[in-house]
């Protein structure tokens, strides 16, 4: 059903989630990003995207539409949250890599009970083998993410993540049983195209997704932000649209840092206070070392 | 909430997994926290490369969970800190003194304390860790409890890579598996066993040694391992070879008088060996005012006893190709002071900054550059030093068994193999060294067999699935080999080995257009590559564009002038068009630079007989009745030339049939059938030649016959056909002149007739000469 993919080195087809070229070796680029360049994909998504543009213009309002994408590409961003302990180890030089590379690096040990969960099987559903390559993060206009996995939201440098990243409408978790309902058998046939594209095609699902409230917000600069990514009370209540980045990261592409807790929050809630100074200092060292910029929010 | 399940903690994030009724939940280390559904992006936790998991075997309820998820999360804490403190890239004044205080409180607590020792113990410290400088920090006033534990760390901490080293190798000899022996370790590291071990070590407390290892026999008899006693007997072995244990070394001998004996007669790198190691043994004795240390047999090698372990491995060998690259600009025929200066200099940079071990590894390096450049006295001298600072090196062993291979000396070689194979049978290279040995004495099965073995136990090798589709090809099973290697660049596009491989079997294939083709993309993908380079000349030869060829060989020897196998191909391509002064010269250079050059003393012989000096060429064949190896049969050629050429074809027929039948070497088999097809001319049996042409004798030589055999049963069309196929080798001079000759004889056309004064039976005679230079000439 899928396209094949060319290789721009010596135009031989390859299948699509080939990541060297089997006739030139030369690179094909990135397996999830390909994978959501075939037409399958992108057809759908564009019509979508279409509609949604003809009904703004319907409705007089396509500069509501117009502005938005234009905020998403001058600030939108990859952000990932973690905790200190988290950032201090990226900070002194490791990287931050998939869990099951990490295992085949030697780098940790397996953890085979936490396998069994749920997200091996909905990596695998959307990306076969290659869903084990992945790490998440979310789009945000304000470089503040997804708050309910850690105070500490990191923005990536978009250059260094743009080609190999993948976008879907919304988690992940829930799109696959979303999926389910509406019929889908993994492995039986490819997931439903329309939600899903390459970061190029960010935008189309942004308007897709929340044509709406964007309409509604009548061009509140101020609102963009809280329209993209809302962060729930718990995890679950939290609507975003989730990024899927091949491979790892590292200190190397990280933009800019933002702390959503103050030091104070951070030294009342913890239960070694301080333990935890130790560790604001350590991290505020490792940062004027690297360069990078980051701020407190009050 | 019931008992929680599969539990399992990260001490360093503070956080607890646990499975109830189905479902995954995380605790948090906080104030007040409560448990909560897992997420998705909780998998992001596990992405962190330091998160450590533990798994809490006992279900817990939530209580107990809290307070276990409390203790382990204080002793990650303990460690991050302990991390942090050694961090080199942490400098300021402040975050040290807080980190110091923080840590010190967290050593009072037993459980964590022990925790620590454990870690610290069984971790080798990276090179952004230093524990002198974590020592330091006790000026910030620190409790006696952390000042004893950085005190023994510090003193222990070169001794810690040493031991697990000895630890692993024992196990390899006596553990029935890794789990079992992992299993051991930890168990001795919680009852502080490998700490007591190693410290001993660091103080040369042989007491103290002889205690931790009664202890830890004494705790392996409860688990009721029979193999403790050997496994301990064989850690006490390695220990005495990786560190400076002459505490339990049992094996003392003392030869000083023989070594200040021949001191005198050492030349001046063996001196600075032999003085690096006396020193190391001085500096040792001054510190310990200890008995003196016994060493023996300086030139059958020194038992190392001194260890010292030096700059982390791949940054001091990282900066010692400087040195490989000077060896490797020395003109091929520089003398041995040139080697003997650079050598001195990287000794002497080396003593500063390695241990032994890494000082053989690169002399090994050294020794297996000059082997690539079939500079065998050298590579074998060097190789002996290396020898001289460690005995049982398996690294230098098999450097050792390649020399000897490269040298002729195949049975020696086969033996050094088979005997590190036996003491290091996870050495994979020791096992595709065997049988790439067993390859050059000529058993092709045995060969194939052991690779086989090796695949079935190293799938992932490399070496052995390239060794493998080798033997395939030398075996002739040519389609074999083409899917062997089709599948290993497949799967490892970057491997130069099977992309070579599998153009030159597209060439054995007789699809010269494709090896072309494959050549001149793998030039591209590995442009330094002279494999690849001279494997692309050698295409364009068989193709028949002899200038093209020598255009890349000219090119190829001002790239990479000491390659003896561009040498030696430049000169088999100037001796096939007929410039044999040159081809001479060339291979006389080699063989200067290069006694054991096998290639070019077989080539100057067949060049001695194509100038028709027969005894020249027979006093370069070696006495052999019983070919085994390549080079054997080579020798064989030369052999059966003088016979044709002293008129005595009926021996050279017996030879060249019993090596057709015997030679396991696909290609040289060919070469023994074109000696036997040209013996078949000679004799006039036609008939018999014509009906043994096969499909794979296609080089031009092969159709020079047939055109021959052919034109004289009077199968004219088949002689054209042939003949066609000649042509295209013009720049082949033998080869030429014979297609022109017969072509005359036989009236086949289409090629210039300048004997037309000679008689049928001279033009006969100079139609057999002309063959058979082209024989002789045609290489392989």
Known sequence: MLEKIVCPACNSENERNRTICATCTGSLGFPNVNLLKDPYFQVPLDSLFQESLNKAIGLNKKDLIEGFCSALDAAGKAVVNMDLALLTKILSGEDYLPYHLAVEAGKRPKTTVLNEMKRSTVEAAFYASDGMKIVYASLSLDGIGLINYGSISISLKTNTIATRTSVFSENSYFLYDRFLDAGWRPGNSLCPSGELGTWEERNKIVINKLFDEIIRNNGEVSNFPSILLKNGDGRSEDDFLELHIYNLINQHHIEDITFTKNKRTILSEADDADYMETQLLVLEEKLSSTGIDYKWLN | ?780
């Open chain 2, 1 to 780: 909430m019931a008992k929680l399940d599969n539990i399992l903690i990260s001490p360093l994030l503070g956080k607890a997994y646990f499975r109830e009724a189905g479902h995954w939940y995380v605790l948090e280390n906080q104030n007040e926290a409560k448990p909560r559904a897992v997420h998705q992006m909780d998998l992001n936790d596990l992405q962190y490369p330091g998160s450590g998991f533990i798994e809490v075997g006992t279900p817990k309820n939530l209580e107990d969970l809290q307070q276990v998820l409390s203790d382990e999360t204080k002793k990650g804490r303990s460690l991050n800190l302990f991390l942090q403190l050694m961090d080199v890239t942490i400098q300021s004044e402040k975050v040290l003194e807080k980190i110091t205080k923080v840590l010190d409180r967290y050593l009072q607590d037993d459980q964590v304390y022990s925790f620590l020792e454990g870690k610290a113990y069984s971790v080798v410290p990276g090179p952004t860790l230093d524990p002198v400088k974590a020592l330091q920090c006790s000026k910030y006033g620190v409790s006696e409890r952390f000042l004893k534990f950085f005190q023994e760390f510090n003193t222990s901490q070169n001794f810690i890579q040493p031991f697990i080293l000895a630890w692993d190798r024992s196990a390899v000899k006596h553990a029935p598996d890794t789990e079992t022996i992992n299993t051991v370790f930890q168990n001795l590291l919680e009852k502080g066993n490998i700490k007591s071990m190693i410290l001993s070590l660091a103080q040369r407390d042989g007491k103290s040694w002889d205690d931790a290892m009664v202890s830890s026999i004494l705790i392996l008899k409860e688990h009721k391992y029979a193999w403790r006693n050997l496994f301990f007997r064989e850690l006490k072995i390695e220990i005495s070879k990786l560190a400076d244990t002459d505490f339990i070394y049992y094996e003392v001998q003392s030869d000083s008088d023989e070594l200040s004996g021949i001191a005198g007669s050492f030349d001046p790198i063996e001196k600075m060996i032999l003085d690096y190691i006396d020193s190391q043994v001085t500096a040792q004795k001054d510190k310990k005012s200890k008995k003196r240390t016994k060493w023996y047999r300086p030139w059958k090698g020194v038992r190392w006893k001194v260890w010292d372990i030096g700059r982390p491995a791949d940054e001091v060998l990282d900066s010692l190709d400087y040195f490989y690259d000077q060896i490797n600009d020395l003109p091929i025929n520089a003398n041995w002071k040139s080697y003997e200066v650079i050598i001195i200099q990287l000794l002497a940079y080396q003593f500063e900054n390695s241990s032994p071990d890494q000082i053989c590894m690169s002399l090994s390096k050294i020794s297996k550059v000059c082997l690539d450049r079939e500079e065998i006295i050298h590579a074998k001298k060097i190789i002996g030093y290396a020898k001289l600072l460690n005995v049982d090196d398996p690294v230098v062993d098999k450097q050792f068994a390649e020399i000897l291979k490269s040298a002729g000396d195949l049975l020696g070689s086969k033996k050094e193999y088979e005997r590190i194979r036996a003491e290091y049978p996870q050495d994979v290279i020791a096992h595709t060294g065997y049988a790439e040995v067993l390859k050059s004495m000529g058993d092709l099965n045995g060969a194939k067999k052991e690779y086989e073995r090796i695949r079935t136990e190293y799938p992932d090798n490399l070496i052995t699935q390239n060794g493998y589709a080798g033997v395939l090809k030398s075996l002739g099973d040519l389609i074999g080999a083409k899917e062997e290697y089709e599948r290993i660049r497949t799967e490892y596009p970057e491997d130069v080995f099977a992309q070579t491989g599998y153009a030159e079997v597209l060439k054995s294939l007789g699809d010269l257009n494709g090896a072309k083709k494959e050549y001149e993309r793998i030039r591209v993908q590995f442009p330094g590559n002279i494999t690849c380079q001279n494997g692309y000349a050698e295409v364009l030869k068989s193709m028949g564009d002899l200038n093209g060829a020598r255009e890349e060989y000219e090119r190829i020897r001002a790239d990479f002038p000491n390659n003896i196998i561009a040498q030696n191909g430049y000169g088999e391509l100037l001796k096939s068009m007929g410039d044999l002064d040159a081809a001479q010269e060339i291979y006389e250079a080699t063989i200067t630079a290069n006694p054991y050059n096998e290639i070019a003393k077989n080539a100057l012989a067949t060049i001695y007989l194509l100038k028709g000096d027969i005894k020249k060429a027979e006093s370069f064949v070696p006495e052999n009745d019983n070919p085994i190896s390549e080079n054997d049969y080579y020798w064989r050629f030369v052999k059966i030339s003088a016979l044709i050429y002293s008129g005595e074809t009926e021996t050279a027929r017996v030879i060249a049939s019993d090596c057709f039948n015997s030679c396991p070497f696909y290609n040289l088999k060919k070469g023994f059938k074109r000696y036997r097809n040209y013996i078949r001319i000679l004799e006039k049996e036609y008939s018999t030649l014509v009906s043994e042409a096969m499909e794979e004798d296609d080089s031009p030589v092969d159709h020079l016959m047939q055109v021959h055999g052919n034109a004289a049963i009077d199968r004219i069309d088949v002689a054209r056909k042939h003949l066609e196929v000649c042509k295209q080798f013009k720049q082949v001079k033998n080869v030429y002149e014979s297609s022109c000759l017969l072509s005359e004889r036989y009236d086949l056309n289409g090629l210039p007739r300048n004997n037309q004064n000679l008689s049928q039976e001279e033009l006969d005679k100079k139609i057999l000469a002309a063959e058979l230079e082209a024989v002789i000439s045609a290489g392989l």
